[in-house]
Structures are given as C-alpha cells and as structure tokens.
T-cell receptor
C-alpha cells in the first residue's frame, strides 16, 4: 500500500492567492483528517470526515478555509484568500473503521508570502 | 492550561541512556497515542494504548488511566532515536501535546 498521499509536498504562494491541498487516503479507510502544524501551536485538528461526511469542523480557523471529500479516495483543503499566517505544514491522515490508529501523509509545507 | 501536557519539552541524552518522556492529560479519553516525528517531518504512529503497557523493540509505553498519565521509555537510546515525540489523546477528536524534542548524542 502506498500509504496516505498528499500533494503538493511544498507550496509557495503570494498573499491573496487561492491554495488547494490534496489528499488520497489509504484504500479502505473511511475516516480522513486534516491537521495543521505550526511552531507556535503544534499539531491541531482542522476537520475530519467519516464516510465522506464532515463530522467536526470546529478546528477550521475561519471562512477562508474549506474542505471537501467528494468520494472515498480524495479530499481537498482549500484556503481562499491565503494569508501569511496560514504558513504551516498541513497533514492529512486516514483511519480504518473503528480503529484508533491513524496513518499520516507526508504533509504539505505551505508558505504564504 | 493545555489538555495534554508533555515533559520535558527538550531532552538531550548520550547514546545508550534510558529515556523517559511523560504525558499527562485532563480529559476523558478512549485511547492515547505516541507519535514520532523525524527531522524530515514525517509522522509515524508508535503506540496506541488504552490500558497497561505495550512494548515494541526498545520502546515501551505505559498508561495509568486513574492518574491520567502515560510514559514513553526508550532503552539503550541511539542517535537515530533523535526526533520529536508527540503524545495525543482520543477524546472525541485527537488532541495533541506540544511534543518532546529528543536529541541523542553519540
């Protein structure tokens, strides 16, 4: 299994631009999580989906952030418009059924200038 | 006060030393996780436990549910163990500690 796949691995963009991060979970996993990691705040849950349905989006910072999961094998996290304070590493993780263990993707390092 | 607290925040050890990293939490949990994040940034799940003790190679994780405390031990530490170790608890969602940065010197 290829594990959780994220793209791009690195993204540099200018303030005000739209950014789209992509994630492909492990095949057969029915829960998907988006996390953000910064030096100041560490790892934080942004949103998670169960069976493609958003369950908890309380961690989404503001309306500039949106996430979708159109099918079981793909999710996007979009930031529009981006701001320098959005610079962070964004991780996607997936989990199977009732299991607790999550498998993390390699992350996308986002830099907004 | 953070819901998940780790100590120490930073730790430097000599190769071969026994290492302990602690994690305390203040919420009800269904599971506790220890994660390892290498300098390259990748995150790997080391343990998931809800009671007792688990061992994998030189790593041992324990949890005391009554005291809301967990420890991660590394025996015979090696420079390749240098990483950030993150404690996280499942309390509805996953809540993370701030991490412990471990550096093992040869």
């Amino acid at each position: 299994d290829a594990g959780v796949i994220q793209s791009p691995r690195h993204e540099v963009t200018e303030m005000g631009q739209e950014v789209t991060l992509r994630c492909k979970p492990i095949s057969g996993h029915n829960s998907l999580f988006w996390y953000r990691q910064t030096m100041m705040r560490g790892l934080e849950l942004l949103i998670y989906f169960n069976n493609n349905v958003p369950i908890d989006d309380s961690g989404m910072p503001e309306d500039r952030f949106s996430a979708k999961m159109p099918n079981a094998s793909f999710s996007t996290l979009k930031i529009q418009p981006s701001e320098p304070r959005d610079s962070a590493v964004y991780f996607c993780a997936s989990r199977s059924g009732g299991a607790h263990e999550q498998y993390f993707g390699p992350g996308t390092r986002l830099t907004v200038t | 006060k953070n819901e998940v607290e780790q100590s120490p925040q930073n730790l430097t050890a000599q190769e071969g030393e026994f290492i302990t990293i602690n994690c305390s939490y203040s919420v009800g949990i269904s599971a506790l996780h220890w994660l390892q994040q290498h300098p390259g940034g990748g995150i790997v799940s080391l343990f998931m436990l809800s009671s007792g003790k688990k061992k994998h190679g030189r790593l041992i994780a324990t949890i005391n549910i009554q005291e809301k405390h967990s420890s991660l031990h590394i025996t015979a530490s090696h420079p390749r163990d240098s990483a950030v170790y993150i404690c996280a608890v499942t309390s509805g969602k996953l809540i993370f500690g701030q991490g412990t940065e471990l550096s093992v010197k040869p």
